[in-house]
């Protein structure tokens, strides 16, 4: 099982970037994934999770109106377009898969997800 998050950099606040999780070693359309984030000195923290299907998503509210999830299933990848980017912003992000039973909430608590990708930084200069 492999998720290989890229897409991090330094950014000004303001600007954007987009995080890409390639997925490899499990049953993607099977698993609802989740992006988390931590910064220094803090704990883990949901950012944003996207159903089987892309039909379901639930964000963080210090990220709504300006993060959106997707995903593509052919290509076994999910991503998270990131706008607006703010200092507070600035973290490691992780992309998690969670084996999901249809219709099943789309889940927050990063120690109910299974699969684990390596993180990407993001930062964000004021």
């Known amino acids: 099982v492999q998720l290989q998050a890229s897409g991090g950099g330094l950014v000004q606040a303001g600007g954007s970037l987009r995080l890409s999780c390639a997925a490899a070693?499990?049953?993607?359309?099977?698993?609802?994934m989740g992006w988390f984030r931590q910064a220094p000195g803090k704990e883990r923290e949901f950012v944003a999770a996207?159903?089987?299907?892309?039909?379901?998503?639930l964000y963080a509210d210090p990220v709504k109106g300006r993060f959106t999830i997707s995903r593509d299933n052919d290509k076994k990848t999910v991503y998270l377009q990131m706008n607006n980017l703010e200092p507070e912003d600035t973290a490691i992000y992780y992309c998690?898969?969670?084996?999901?039973?249809?219709?099943?909430?789309?889940?927050?608590?990063?120690?109910?997800?299974?699969?684990w990708g390596q993180g990407t930084q993001v930062t964000v200069s004021s």
């Open positions: 996207v159903n089987r299907s892309g039909g379901r998503i």
């Open positions: 070693g499990f049953t993607f359309s099977y698993y609802s």
């Open positions: 998690a898969a969670n084996r999901q039973i249809l219709s099943a909430p789309l889940l927050t608590d990063h120690s109910e997800y299974e699969y």
